[in-house]
């Protein structure tokens, strides 16, 4: 039988390495050391860890961290949404991070060199309930389909960034140099999209940039927002001349996206996109099949619990 207090733990190696790695026995001394009773399952790829968490879920967890990125977590949180809400107001999820992109632990102040003090704060089980949003749309086939995130939804330029970000990540190694070549890399992408978008009352209909609709910080795109307001943070940029398009990078590296002239903020509960030309679309860092025809983002208010810091 499973006690409340026994952790399901999912460890997400990165880049789908085998072995469990340094990271694994560093996470593993630190919850010993911390008199913490827990079972581990390990994913073999990105798309295990949804069949691992209904597994814990199932098992009856009350406790599931997830040891590693933004990927993973989404996966997890469109596990917990899959099942009946008394089972799900049972479960607390959490983050020790791990991944290649980290932006929803990093809202919280969590970080991915200080383990010891994550499970610290993990013990305590200080839970928040937390906002999810969801984007709706129909795939190529003609279905109905659906997709919650913790963080953001990018449509456009970001989301070819953030894809191509993953992709040198796992060439180069260093974060740091991963983002810079990606921006590199950037000036062979395709710079603008026909956009319809509806957000409130106001009507977009032009060539955009990009798009960012965040839940949380939006890898620095939607700075103000936060997971429990009820509400999405919405950035629209239009299409910059280069020298804007510097000065636009050194102030999302500075930490002060929104005073550039070219991005347009917004709060709303909900973003109708009646047409992205030919944009992609990425969810938490991950890019999903090409929406067909118009989609919809709209938020959840409070529906995960989710374990924060003091």
């Known amino acids: 039988m499973i006690t409340d207090s026994r952790w399901g733990i999912v460890y997400c190696p990165k880049h789908e390495r085998l072995g469990r790695g340094k990271k694994w026995e560093r996470v593993e001394k630190c919850?010993?050391?911390?008199?913490?009773?827990?079972?581990?399952?390990?994913?073999?790829?990105?798309?295990?860890?949804?069949?691992?968490?209904?597994?814990?879920?199932?098992?009856?967890?009350?406790?599931?961290?997830?040891?590693?990125?933004?990927?993973?977590?989404?996966?997890?949180?469109?596990?917990?949404?899959?099942?009946?809400?008394?089972?799900?107001?049972?479960?607390?999820?959490?983050?020790?991070?791990h991944g290649v992109m980290n932006d929803f632990a990093h809202f919280w102040g969590l970080r991915e060199n200080d383990v010891e003090q994550t499970i610290a704060w993990l013990k305590e089980r200080r839970v928040r309930k937390i906002d999810l949003g969801c984007i709706r749309y129909t795939n190529k086939h003609g279905e109905a389909c659906h997709r919650y995130f913790l963080n953001c939804v990018n449509i456009g330029l970001i989301a070819a960034i953030m894809n191509l970000r993953k992709q040198t990540h796992h060439l180069l190694?260093?974060?740091?140099?991963?983002?810079?070549?990606?921006?590199?890399?950037?000036?062979?992408?395709?710079?603008?999209?026909?956009?319809?978008?509806?957000?409130?009352?106001?009507?977009?209909?032009?060539?955009?940039?990009?798009?960012?609709?965040?839940?949380?910080?939006?890898?620095?795109?939607?700075p103000n927002a936060v997971p429990y307001n009820g509400l999405l943070d919405v950035s629209v940029v239009y299409h910059p001349?280069?020298?804007?398009?510097?000065?636009?990078?050194?102030?999302?590296?500075?930490?002060?996206?929104?005073?550039?002239?070219?991005?347009?903020p917004y709060r709303t509960k909900k973003v109708e996109v009646k047409e992205a030309h030919k944009a992609l679309v990425g969810v938490d860092g991950r890019l999903i099949k090409t929406p067909v025809g118009p989609f919809t983002i709209t938020v959840e208010q409070e529906i995960v619990n989710f374990l924060i810091p003091e």
Do not use: W
Request: proline share 1%.
């Open 173 to 222: 190694g260093s974060r740091t140099l991963s983002f810079l070549f990606s921006f590199v890399l950037m000036i062979f992408q395709r710079l603008e999209y026909k956009m319809h978008l509806k957000i409130n009352s106001d009507t977009v209909k032009r060539n955009v940039m990009t798009v960012c609709v965040g839940n949380a910080h939006g890898y620095g795109q939607t």
């Open 31 to 97: 919850l010993r050391e911390n008199n913490i009773e827990f079972d581990f399952v390990q994913s073999e790829n990105s798309g295990s860890v949804e069949r691992l968490v209904k597994m814990l879920i199932n098992n009856g967890y009350r406790t599931i961290v997830i040891v590693g990125g933004d990927s993973a977590l989404n996966d997890a949180v469109n596990c917990l949404m899959q099942v009946e809400k008394d089972v799900r107001d049972r479960v607390a999820l959490g983050v020790i991070p």
């Open 241 to 264: 001349e280069m020298m804007q398009l510097i000065e636009g990078i050194y102030l999302f590296v500075r930490g002060k996206f929104l005073n550039h002239h070219s991005v347009h």
